[in-house]
């Protein structure tokens, strides 16, 4: 099959799902393999971007979305959806945030990084659809876990996790949550690391001071004078 009815094919498969749709999906509708759709996804995106179109298909974890572009957003949400904008307070983001980072997180342990109660915060998310439940956690009580969804992502931005950025002031366990203990005692380390070689220093420091300003001895002929 040519390439260019190839990438109509996969351009009407993605509009008419207005979702994202798994790479091995359209392996199984186009019968080729992953490396072939990937290339053509690539072509119908350099189209679409040398166009200067609306429309561009984005990454969302294992598979591809076609949305509109950002840019004309102010455009066509009043005319698409007349419901408000998610407004989401510093205590969303800053939940969204852990969440994002540590996916299977429970709700105790976002309140526990926290240190405050998350309800509100988390059925807001959930209403926003920015989070959901990924099954129940292997503890006391079968707590609830919960991850981003492909929506988180295409609201910042991002295609995967991995996208995310950095965080070098935190660390992760084996179980993909943060480790604040680790984080103080590296912290208090370090600081005393750099005590002893400030110690270390000041000595070198001082004898250096103390030859600049000892008198020069005098020469001979100073002293006969």
Known sequence: MEIEKLKAIIEAILFACGREVKINELMSALELSGEDVLNIIESLKADYEMNNR????????????????????????P?????????????????LSIVAYNPKITRPEIEAIRGVNSDGTMYKLLEY???????????PGRPT???????????????NMEE?????????DENQ????DEIIEENKEQEEKELENSA?????????EELNEAP?????????K
């Open 129 to 139: 659809n920015l989070i959901e439940a990924v099954g129940k956690a292997d503890a």
């Open 54 to 77: 609306g429309i561009e298909i984005i990454r969302v974890n294992d598979g591809f979305q076609l949305t509109t572009k950002k840019e004309y957003y102010e455009y066509i949400y």
């Open 79 to 95: 005319i698409f959806d007349k419901r408000s904008k998610p407004n989401l307070t510093n205590a969303a983001l800053e939940t």
């Open 216 to 224: 020069m001895p005098e020469r001979e002929e100073e002293k006969n």
């Open 200 to 208: 270390n220093e000041a000595p070198k420091e001082m004898k250096n």
């Open 145 to 159: 876990m919960y991850e981003v969804t492909p929506d988180f992502y295409r609201m910042f931005g991002f295609s």
């Open 177 to 180: 949550q943060i480790v604040i």
């Open 164 to 172: 995310l950025p950095e965080l070098p002031r935190y660390k992760l």
